[in-house]
Structure formats: structure tokens, C-alpha cells
């Protein structure tokens, strides 16, 4: 049965662990929205036939007694209740708690008009100093390029590199105003926010090339960045393609 309207809904393709339980949710949201929607159009064919003027040329003073409604309104309030308790809330509980850095993909992301910046820790796992003075358009995330930690850090535009089965940590942030990154097929948004860096976390599970989409109407050029593209990959060619944007000794950086 939630397949059918799965496919009825044309829900977009999927890769992502978490993405199946926002589908299931998005779903049984609907079947309570039919179900309302059945209910709310016969009760509205049952008044017109029932109070036709030709059969009450008076009008009733006294109107309903049934109770009748109040139990179907309490039945629809059980139904969301357990909708957002039972699955909402555990769910939100998931997303908001990040697995382990060590076991994890991690990067942060900076938004800005029109596109979107990606910088890795590199091989030590540790990023090298940021400073909001340094933010340029050939920083965009403010390194201290002098820092040893920064030596080994990974940046890209537009094209951000994950492994496949293996979370993704993802801090993601706003050099001017507020965009939103989201990857349908991974089910993940996120408001990008200046001064703000908000931790997200998924897993990807299928490899290949994902659209990167902002949310949020952000400038003349917001839609052009949906040519960000989210590639999914063996952790082997991941390691290659990291090593490849890592900044050479002395340079400024991926953006100059
Ligand atoms: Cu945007």
C-alpha cells in the first residue's frame, strides 16, 4: 500500500541511509491528509443533500446534538499526536545527534553568492585556523595559511566529495546571506547562516553525482547554484581526489 503511493508521489531517487524514514513520514502524512480529505468532501455531499432547502423550507434554531464530531476530531488529534511523537521526535532526536568524527567524512561548507565552498581537515584530521578578518574572495573561510594544521586542508568550489556508506559530518555556514543547503536525494536541508555553523550528518549509501540545491531565494543568482554537485564515492577515490585539492606549499589557496 506505501509503495503505491510512493509511487504515486514520485518521491525523487533516494541515496542516504536516514532518507527512507523521511519518505515513510512524508507518506503516512498523506494518508492522514487522504483521509481527511475523503472525510471532509463526503460530509460536505452528505449537508447539501440532507439540509436541501426543499426539504427544510425552515431553518433549525436548535441545530446538531450529535457528538459525533468531537470524537472524529479527537480521533485526527490522536493520529498527529502519534505521528509527532512516536516518529517525528525520535527522528529529530537522530538527526541532531552527530556520530563520532573519527568514523566520519568531515568537512565544513561555506555558502556564498552564487555557489558553495567545501574545505576537508586533510590527512590529520584537523582543520588549521580560521579568523573572520581573513575572509576574502580568495578565502572564503578565512584560513591562516601560515598555520601548520591548515598545511594538509582540502578546499573545493562546487564540487564536494564524500565516501559512500560512511557518515558525513558537514558544518555548514554563510560568507554573506542566509542560502540553504539541500541534496534531495540524501534528504538533507540545511539554512546556511552568516556567523553560524550548524553541524549536519548523513549517510550515503548509493555512489554517483547528486545536485546540490540552495532553499532559499538568496540573490539573482540563486539558481544557479544548483550546478554544486555532491559526488558519492570509494574511499579510495575519494583519498585520490582529496590529495589533488589540497593547496600547494606557499599558494594561496583552491578560490585564487
Ligand atoms: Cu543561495
Redesign the pocket.
Same mark, same amino acid.
Given at each position: 500500500m506505501n509503495d503505491k503511493l510512493e509511487k504515486l508521489l514520485q518521491l525523487p531517487p533516494l541515496a542516504s541511509e536516514h532518507g527512507k524514514q523521511v519518505d515513510d513520514l512524508i507518506i503516512y502524512v498523506h494518508w492522514l491528509m487522504i483521509a481527511l480529505f475523503v472525510g471532509w468532501v463526503a460530509y460536505f455531499v452528505f449537508v447539501l443533500i440532507r439540509f436541501r432547502r426543499s426539504r427544510n423550507p425552515k431553518a433549525d434554531y436548535t441545530g446538531v446534538k450529535s457528538h459525533a464530531s468531537t470524537w472524529i476530531e479527537g480521533l485526527v488529534a490522536v493520529v498527529e499526536g502519534v505521528l509527532l511523537i512516536a516518529l517525528a521526535i525520535p527522528f529529530w532526536a537522530k538527526a541532531v545527534t552527530l556520530p563520532s568524527e573519527k568514523d566520519s567524512t568531515v568537512m565544513q561548507i561555506v555558502?556564498q &553568492?552564487?555557489g558553495w565552498n567545501v574545505r576537508y581537515p586533510g590527512k590529520d584530521g584537523v582543520f588549521g585556523k580560521q579568523d573572520m578578518h581573513r575572509v576574502a574572495s580568495d578565502n572564503p573561510f578565512g584560513v591562516d595559511r601560515a598555520d601548520t594544521n591548515s598545511k594538509d586542508d582540502a578546499e573545493n568550489s562546487n564540487e564536494i566529495h564524500v565516501v559512500v556508506n560512511k557518515p558525513v559530518i558537514a558544518w555548514i555556514s554563510s560568507k554573506d546571506v542566509i !542560502?540553504?543547503f539541500k541534496i534531495i536525494a540524501m534528504r538533507v536541508t540545511q539554512d546556511a547562516i552568516p556567523g553560524m555553523r550548524i553541524p549536519i550528518h548523513f549517510t550515503p549509501t548509493k555512489v554517483g553525482r547528486y545536485q546540490i540545491n *540552495?532553499a &532559499?531565494l *538568496?540573490g539573482n543568482g !540563486?539558481a544557479s547554484?544548483s550546478s554544486g554537485f555532491l559526488v558519492v564515492e570509494s574511499q579510495e577515490d575519494f583519498d585520490k581526489w582529496v590529495a589533488t585539492k589540497v593547496p600547494p606549499a606557499g599558494g594561496g589557496g583552491a578560490f585564487e
Open positions: 555558502a &553568492q552564487f !542560502h540553504s *540552495c &532559499q *538568496c !540563486h547554484m
